[in-house]
């Protein structure tokens, strides 16, 4: 059992007994499978080259124009794969004052805009937002950039899959990282807080959710959380067999503070949670998370398990 508490921008590691919540539900009913032939459609060198477009517009906190740009970029690439966006923006109490922080919201609807009153069965989540530094240039090649390229990638694969692919909404958060140095209750997660303050005020609200982070290095494991649901754990685990990187895919038994928590706390939803061992990595939060950290393969790893898991979640 872990003595020590990792406070970060990544996240704040909590002993797993802390916790005793009943775990919610997975909601009942009958999602639109998706094909196991999707799994081997994911390209890690094409996830990867939506990673270094990100990391070409230098560090993006919010505000700033590189998170602009970010945005634009998502925008255009979803949109020739046949997805619709929405711009969540709001604005939120920070401890530097006031800041305007903008999510991205995306479904599969060539043809029509969605109901975005409505939800589908699936959220899978990245942030988009890199920490805030002054005095030096981070451009987050792997918080965020990897996770991000990952749901960008997986945006192409699903879209050749559009029955299976309207069941999912694509959300890259703005605000995760701290203003201030670490993670506490009223710095960061600013943009996950207040998307699933928003489900709530849905029709209908989602089956689960899945949030991917820090998953683009090879040579650090990527964690499934310990505040994971039982039967999401017990999928990704099977999923990791499947595709032979059980090795890489390592079951971590506490909780570490990130985007899923919020979908946890605020929206009931259970939830799968994706995160690199950042602790292991010497550049976490540093100048150094550039992007030669980045492997295609781990990208790869990453799409390909949760096109696994959502097969089988989804298999007749």
Known sequence: MIKILLLGAAGLLSLSSCS??????????????????????????????????????????????????????????????????????????TPIGPINFTNLLARYSPDSEPDWNSSVDFIIGSHLDTKRYLDIVFV?????????GVLVELARVLSGHGKAAKSVELVFFDGEEAILENIGGRD????SKYYAGQLNNRTSKPKLGMVLDIVGDINIPLLVGGD???????????????????????????SITDDHVPLMSRANLPVLHLIGAFMDADYWHKAGDTLDKISPKALENTGKLTLQILHQITKP
């Not at 990673?51 to 979803?78: C, H, I, M, N």
């Not at 960061?188 to 943009?191: A, F």
């Open 20 to 93: 005793q919540k009943k775990e919610p539900e997975i909601a009942r009913g009958k999602a639109e499978p998706l094909a196991v032939e999707a799994v081997a459609e994911f390209s890690g060198d094409k996830a990867f080259a939506h990673v270094k477009a990100l990391t070409d517009f230098g560090p993006r906190p919010p505000e700033s124009d590189a998170y602009r740009q970010s945005l634009a970029y998502l925008e255009a690439e979803l949109g020739k794969l046949g997805w619709k966006t929405q711009r969540q923006s709001f604005k939120s109490v």
């Open 140 to 148: 987050g090649a792997n918080d965020s950039g990897s996770s991000t």
């Open 188 to 191: 960061g997660l600013y943009g």
């Open 228 to 254: 994971s649901h039982p039967n999401l754990k017990a999928h990704t685990h099977a999923a990791a067999k499947i595709l032979g990187i059980s090795d890489w895919v390592q079951a971590y038994e506490d």
